[in-house]
């Protein structure tokens, strides 16, 4: 693609060197400027294709870190109150040793989980 690019700045650039050694009142001036006009937007339009051609890809590699951290972000909203939940759990059985749920605080604690919205 880039030695079209190059082919189309040197046939631009011969184009415009041969319209500048022409007279105004030449018959082969404005076919010349025509010419050189068809191949300025034909550049001008490659160059535009190419920007949107790399907007597009940045917008996609953007969508795509946003749905990783997205999903990121919804795997931690699960997992971590899990394991906050597995710890204090531990932590208060530690204190019931015979099986039964005695202490107030852990049974205040327990009817605060909710691992399930």
Known sequence: MDDIQRMMD???????????????????YALQTERLSKLYKLRADE?????????????????????????GVEVAGVILPLCLYAVWMRKGFEFETNGAITS??????????????
């Not at 597009?56 to 997205?70: I, M, S």
């Open 10 to 28: 040197r046939n631009i650039e011969r184009e415009l060197n041969q319209t500048h050694m022409q007279s105004t009142d030449d018959q082969g």
């Open 47 to 71: 160059v535009l294709a190419e920007k949107e051609l790399a907007l597009k890809e940045k917008q996609a590699e953007d969508a795509k870190k946003q749905g990783w951290l997205r999903t």
């Open 104 to 117: 107030q605080t852990f049974k205040g604690l327990i009817q605060k989980f909710k691992p399930f919205k």
